[in-house]
């Protein structure tokens, strides 16, 4: 909520009709200021900066905003209110003149609310008549109903109070103008009773107001989002709470920063769902309910001799092609085929399960995941727990050498050329991502890593987003953060995984490890143990479905990834991903699909993300719109993201061709200066 709190909403509904004649009293005093910028602006065609500027009072609602901004690349500047000697808010700070035209420095504005600098403040006028002069759009990030903004009070046909479960949905003018990418619906999240999670404020529309999003109240349908057209200028109202993560805004986060910019911005968005499925061919070892642990694992102890494994059947690798016609979603299989041909000799010379994959093979995506499965950092002592590197007399760490790791990767990619399945030589998941550093036993990458990597061509390597969750280089290649699905590896069954759950989320009271009441930072404790016959499906698959789909929402590329084990027996996946599947395909519209890319687009992805990111805070971005031309330049070598209306033109040596490719009812990419050009040249439509 914005500074002041619930307490302060409350007051200010009960602000009489005084109070609101007495804003506008103030609005009206920056007509004649307006009136002279747009005069000096109408003279010549002015240059409007592709930047933000965002007036921060320390709230939730403006964070998330500002979240936004950063993580899609639209570059802004943020003044704290609360900051001592920030920069004053008045005309220079907002506009000057570049080579004999007007420029404007922000192309749009985000405020906490309509008015944070308080009644008749100077700085409030110096931004209203910004605005006015160079058609500048304001977002208020969270206020309240009243018609200082357009709308009712709530007490004529509104509301007021939690809005957990609400179900809005966008109107008909939503889905012609900024949120046209959605389905329709817009659920409030309601993820636990103990726990109010959403206020605000509905209002019913006054003139001038254009609602886009609205839910039922009463008999009728009250605003939470809407345009406020008045004195030459445009609000986008909010009137709800909300953070960065809760799906109501990741939602709507889009079309705020498209209304905002009026569809013309640098940095872009998509919605990224992969999964990769590890240890394909290879058996995964068994969870043990009696032990609470995972026998052949060296911390289980008295395990000796108790092992189980949990391997993929043909029928398996059926139901996966099947499934994945059915959701029109491809899975990488990250395959480990010198594992398989163990097992295979282990279990009478023959392998239904390989058979099956390779006849299928066409079906999927491949991914080397090494030929055995070794641990590829160094030579540990599992005597200890957790176990340690060992070491040569001279105290030197025995590290697996740069001829056994190429060995391993290039062994793996020739056995999958002889089957005739298509690899990409350039992507490689170590298993357990062993060579990279792993905290706190091995602090280091194992140095032979990088030279076995460049040896096979290996330019994208895999590593554990919840250990390392920034793309960084391993000698000439660069790792490829994934995130690690809750659907254990030692698992086969539903009844398997609620039981390890309970041991892991339960204190020690409830029978479990107490893991979670020693690290409550990072884990929270069941209320008690779930039941292991229901719990999989009524608890944790909704959960995790939820941490799935926040990071779909959430412009992150990062792959998320399983085990083979998930894919048999109980099928313990799919349950999860079709959750994921089928509530994204009710939120979106069909322009706005699931991107399903492989391991190497994500990392070329991310890479361009670090330039682009580094190019912006060292300064070294220019980019402006001019009528109907944008300009963008940026060092070379760094190319730039960039959204802008269907029927724009890029600019090329000679004539122009369609920019970028459609997506969320816009279009976007990646861009760099063509042949004998030093800037990008985007041509709007008219």
């Known amino acids: ?59 939730s609602s403006v964070e998330a905003i500002t979240a936004e901004l950063r993580d899609t690349g639209v570059p802004f500047t943020r003044v704290q209110l609360g900051a001592a000697g920030r920069p004053v808010i008045n005309a220079a700070l907002l506009a000057d003149t570049v080579d004999g035209r007007p420029r404007a420095k922000y192309q749009g504005v985000v405020l906490p609310n309509e008015n944070p600098f308080g009644e008749g403040s100077a700085e409030m006028a110096a931004l209203s008549a910004y605005e006015t002069a160079y058609g500048i759009r ?96 445009s609000e986008l109202v909010v009137t709800f709470g909300y953070n960065r993560y809760q799906q109501q805004f990741r939602l709507l986060a889009r079309g705020i920063v498209d209304w905002l910019t009026q569809g013309v911005h640098l940095g872009q968005e998509h919605n990224y769902f992969a999964v990769h499925v590890d240890d394909v061919f290879a058996p995964d070892a068994r969870w043990s309910k009696e032990l609470n ?47 398989g041909e163990e097992w295979k000799a282990e279990n009478g010379g023959t392998d239904a399960l390989t058979a099956q994959l390779v006849a299928d093979r066409a079906n999927f995506r491949w991914m080397n995941h090494t030929y055995t499965h070794p641990f590829l950092g160094c030579v540990q002592d599992t005597t200890t727990v957790p176990w340690t590197c060992t070491k040569t007399a001279t105290g030197a760490v025995n590290w697996m050498s740069r001829a056994e790791i190429s060995a391993q990767i290039r062994d793996n990619n020739n056995w999958a050329a002889a089957k005739g399945i298509t690899t990409d030589r350039t992507e490689l998941v170590t298993g357990e991502h062993s060579g990279l550093k792993t905290l ?33 280089p391993v000698g000439a290649a660069l790792t490829v953060p994934r995130h690690p699905m809750n ?36 884990s929270t404790c069941l209320p008690a ?81 670090a330039a682009w990111d580094k190019a912006l805070a060292d300064g070294k971005v220019t980019a402006y719109r001019i009528g109907t031309a944008v300009t963008v330049k940026a060092p070379s070598g760094v190319i730039a ?34 042949l004998l050009q030093s800037a990008v040249t985007l041509k709007l439509p008219s």
């Not at 709190?5 to 109070?19: E, L, S, T």
């Not at 817009?186 to 404020?201: I, M, R």
């Not at 076995?452 to 920034?470: F, H, I, Q, Y």
């Not at 802008?644 to 009812?665: R, V």
Request: proline letters at 6%; aromatic letters at 8%; charged letters at 20%.
């Open 440 to 472: 706190p036993e091995q602090p280091t990458d194992n140095p032979n890593l990088a030279g076995a990597l460049a040896d096979n061509g290996v330019k994208w390597a895999g590593s554990d987003n919840s250990r390392e969750p920034a793309q960084r």
């Open 138 to 233: 304001q977002v208020d990030a969270y206020t309240w109903a009243h018609p200082g903004v357009g709308l009712e009070y709530t007490d004529n046909g509104g509301y007021s109070g939690q809005l957990d479960g609400t179900q809005a949905a966008v109107t008909a003018a939503g889905k012609a103008g900024p949120f046209g990418y959605l389905g329709g619906q817009v659920a409030f999240e309601d993820n636990s009773a103990l726990v109010p999670e959403s206020y605000g404020f509905m209002g019913r529309p006054r003139t001038g107001y254009t609602s886009y999003l609205d839910a039922p109240v009463g008999s009728g349908r009250a605003s939470l989002v809407g345009e406020y057209a008045h004195d030459g200028r």
């Open 529 to 609: 143990p779930l039941d292991t016959a229901t719990g999989y499906l009524g608890y944790i698959v909704p959960a995790e479905a939820r941490t799935a789909l926040r990071h779909v929402l959430a412009n992150d590329p990062r792959p998320h990834y399983v085990h083979q084990s998930n894919l048999a027996e109980d099928r313990t996946l799919y349950p999860v991903l079709d959750q994921v599947l089928d509530t994204y395909r009710s939120l979106y519209a069909p322009s706005a699909p699931i991107v399903n890319q492989s391991m190497k687009d994500t990392g070329v992805e991310l890479s361009r993300r």
């Open 293 to 339: 642990c995972t026998p052949g694992d060296y911390a289980c102890a008295g395990g000796a001799g108790k092992e189980s494994t949990i391997r993929m059947s043909a029928a398996d690798a059926q139901y996966a092609v099947q499934w994945q016609q059915s959701k029109n979603f491809k899975l990488d299989l990250l395959f480990n085929a010198g594992a």
């Open 1 to 59: 909520m914005p500074a002041g709190g619930k307490a302060d909403m409350v007051n200010k509904n009960r602000m009489n009709r005084a109070a609101a004649a007495m804003a506008a009293a103030a609005l009206m005093s920056v007509a004649l200021p307006a009136a002279s910028a747009h005069a000096a602006a109408a003279a010549v065609t002015p240059r409007i900066d592709l930047k933000v500027l965002v007036v921060d009072d320390g709230g």
């Open 641 to 674: 993201p960039l959204t802008a209306p269907n029927g724009t033109k890029k600019q090329l040596l000679l004539g122009t061709a369609d920019f970028g490719t459609a997506y969320a009812g816009n279009r976007s990419a990646w861009t760099g200066p063509e």
């Open 487 to 522: 659907v254990y590896y030692n698992t086969g069954t539903n009844a398997e995984m609620a039981d390890e759950y309970n041991w892991v989320y339960t204190s020690r009271a409830d029978g479990g490890s107490g893991v979670c009441e020693d690290n409550p930072a990072t």
